[in-house]
């Protein structure tokens, strides 16, 4: 079975105690029928993300001096980011209204315990989601 290997930052403290996060992404995870394995940045370790380091210059300053007026602006700005080496930008808007205030009920939170293997270093950070095939 193919895995795939995830890293994630933004908000990693709050995301990483999230078990609505998690079974959202356990139902990815049975939707697609791939493990992934996650592993999140500790607080105050985003300099070790590539993605941070490299390219997040180049899109602040692709956004310096104009005003976010509108969002297509914005997007437009975004998109004419650029490194010297060629890496683009992709811009894509999500016309969505998320959900907020759902909680975990307990029932989620056992099902996480079940499916969900905490890895045996830093398992608080580091965890991998198996697909759980209904019989």
Known sequence: MPTRFYCWSIAAVAIRRQNIFKDDLQQVVNRIGVVIRVAH???YC???NLIERRFFSHA????IGPLFDTLSRAVELMRKAKTSTGLRSTVNVINRIYETGRNAPEAMKETIRATVLFHELLPKWNYTIRPKFEQ
Do not use: Q
């Open 41 to 43: 940045y500790p607080s």
């Open 60 to 63: 602040s300053r692709a956004c």
């Open 46 to 48: 985003s300099k070790y």
